[in-house]
């Protein structure tokens, strides 16, 4: 019986404790999981959804210029009179009349515009697509970014307790030595290590409140709960590439510059459709009409027609000549734009590339510096338990631990940060599974 109790304490603990696992994993997150959040909810994010599907009605609608128009149209008339009045052999207005009929209209030459215009819908909807891809990796940055500053932050929170647990023990010996031996040196020295104490519970506080003010800015961006649990990412590593080939490989890569591509081939398109609309146009037209007339006219009759309709400009006072002067600036201003923008994205690389190399530089040069820091505390420590070591030395050695934890947390996750910026600055960021 005994047994069966045993057994079944031991089961329902089992089923309790993973209920609690399953609810903590719940609330726990991955880098993925933030981007995916912030890619489904943030606005920005869905007002370039929307120009892309604004992009896709305007192919369709430049597609339609291809095609016959087919209108259709009616009319009903009452007049005052008929005339002649009274009536007679021919009636030039009747009484009532009723007026139907159908026109096609298919345009056979419009100097090029239509065909133009049609390129240039498909061509801005690639644009529009690239503009896309380019607020996506904005997100993602801007996500990583948040994202480390959380486990930043939550890092400067245990250096934070480690500090202050560690002074609490300098605090106990130097009261104990105090007590041991009532001198005004070690009156100053525990009043000086209560001060440390309290220095060190204001820095805690300041760590809390620095996650908490990260995880809103998390929170801002991806909508996912201020208390969750964020997890650590897999550790990140370098492009093996040099600079030139990442710079290559950036002008390959990057949406923003093949959409300044596209914006080049959509201005000289632009001046085709500008040039064509003062060119003659030519139109193949096609009716039938119905006339009814109470009482009835010689013009009673269904009619069929079809022809071809020619229209020239003449003259206009200058516009053709304005508006291609206007078309051609702006295509010329289409191919500065994408020469500086090439112009800046090698050096937007350079950038990038030279602060990883920095941060790795500080990352090396920082485990040393706490290696050295921690080895130094712990030498002081037990000097100054010893009474052999005055309260300042192990005041400098908390500090520079401190200091030097401070600084390898902050590099770590910055190194982090400066390879996700390298891959968007050659715009392959969140296009490793594509």
Do not use: C
């Amino acid at each position: 019986m005994k047994t069966l109790m045993v057994r079944g304490i031991a089961l329902l603990m089992t089923l309790l404790l993973s209920a609690t696992v399953a609810l903590a994993g719940e609330r726990s997150y991955t880098l993925e999981d933030a981007y995916e959040a912030a890619l489904g909810t943030n606005e920005s994010m869905k007002i370039v959804e929307e120009d892309v599907v604004q992009s896709d009605s305007r192919v369709d609608q430049a597609g339609t210029y291809r095609y016959p128009r087919l209108y259709g149209q009616a009319a009903y008339t009452k007049y005052n009179e008929t005339l002649p009045p009274g009536g007679g052999p021919v009636i030039f207005q009747p009484d009532e009349q009723f007026r139907a009929g159908l026109i096609m209209t298919q345009p056979l030459y419009t100097g090029g515009r239509t065909l133009a215009a049609l390129r240039t819908a498909e061509q801005m909807r690639e644009a529009s697509r690239s503009g896309l891809s380019v607020a996506k990796q904005d997100i993602l940055i801007k996500v990583s970014e948040a994202y480390y500053g959380v486990l930043k932050a939550q890092k400067a929170i245990d250096i934070s307790q480690r500090s202050l647990e560690r002074m609490e023990r300098h605090q106990q010996v130097t009261e104990r030595e105090a007590a041991t031996r009532k001198t005004k040196a070690n009156a100053s020295a525990l009043l000086r290590a209560k001060s440390l104490v309290s220095q060190a519970r204001i820095s805690l506080v300041r760590s809390r409140d620095g996650l908490m003010i990260a995880r809103d800015k998390l929170n801002l961006l991806t909508k996912l709960p201020v208390d969750a649990v964020f997890l650590e990412p897999q550790t990140l590593y370098p492009p093996e590439e040099d600079l030139a080939r990442l710079q290559e490989s950036a002008l390959r890569n990057r949406d923003d510059y093949a959409g300044a591509k596209l914006n080049r081939s959509i201005a000289a398109e632009n001046v085709t459709i500008v040039r064509g609309g003062h060119y003659p146009q030519v139109y193949a037209e096609a009716g039938l009409t119905y006339l009814e007339s109470q009482p009835v006219t010689a013009m009673d009759a269904t009619s069929y027609y079809g022809g071809l309709r020619l229209t020239i400009p003449l003259f206009e006072g200058g516009l053709m000549k304005a508006e291609v002067a206007d078309a051609k600036s702006k295509q010329r201003q289409a191919d500065l734009s994408a020469d500086f923008l090439r112009t800046s994205i090698a050096s937007e690389v350079h950038e990038a590339f030279v602060n990883l190399q920095t941060i790795g530089s500080v990352i090396d040069n920082a485990k040393l510096q706490v290696e050295y820091a921690r080895d130094n505390f712990d030498v002081v420590e037990g000097l100054f338990a010893e009474g052999l070591a005055p309260s300042l030395s192990i005041i400098d050695a908390e500090q520079a631990l401190t200091f030097a934890e401070r600084e390898l947390v902050n590099a770590t996750y910055d190194r982090q940060v400066a390879i996700l910026r390298l891959k968007k600055s050659i715009g392959m960021m969140g296009k490793e599974k594509q």
